[in-house]
């Protein structure tokens, strides 16, 4: 089973990824939009390079990895249909990280950071589903809280958007 890791060329998703690959035996499923595989190892490597050297990628990316060309705001990614079903049955945990962080495209923002997500929890759905989830972890920003000042804020606090700066919709 793998894990499914959105944001792979991203910084966090990036490190995130290099963390995966050194700390944990599972394969990863990375989702990179790109138009062939070579595109999309290129743009993995130039993510990853600042985490590991390019043998360790090699190895890595060539044993360990299984890249997904397809678009976070796309329908089923925009993945083949067997493509799609490959990704279901070999998922058992998922990791979303990816996110736009354009700020002057309310479009682009709309359509990453919320029809991305419902992607990602669809594929979620029908993973566990097909035969159960590990995990689902998802990966937001301290934005979403609103301004504060020597307050903590907790998982699962409701946000406040009277005081969110970040909602561009």
């Known amino acids: 089973m793998a894990i499914f890791l959105t944001g792979s060329t991203g910084y966090l998703g990036s490190y995130l990824a290099a963390g995966l690959f050194r700390g944990h035996r599972d394969s990863l499923n990375l989702l990179v939009r790109a138009k ?6 290129e743009r993995l490597w130039q993510s990853l390079q600042l985490h590991m050297n390019f043998a360790e990628f090699q190895e890595h990316a060539g044993s360990r990895a299984q890249i997904f060309l397809g678009d976070l705001t796309d329908q089923e990614f925009g993945l083949v249909h067997d493509e799609y079903q490959n990704l279901i049955q070999s998922t058992d945990s998922l990791i979303h990280c990816a996110a736009s962080l354009n700020r002057k ?4 923002c709309l359509n990453v950071n919320l029809r991305g997500t419902l992607e990602v929890i669809q594929l979620a759905r029908r993973a566990h589903d097909h035969h159960g989830l590990r995990r689902f972890s998802h ?3 301290v934005a979403v809280a609103g301004t504060r000042q020597d307050e903590v804020v907790q998982e699962d606090t409701a946000i406040d958007w009277t005081r969110s700066d970040y909602d561009p919709y």
């Open 36 to 41: 062939s595989q070579q595109e999309a190892r």
């Open 105 to 108: 495209s309310e479009k682009q």
């Open 139 to 141: 990966v937001s920003t």
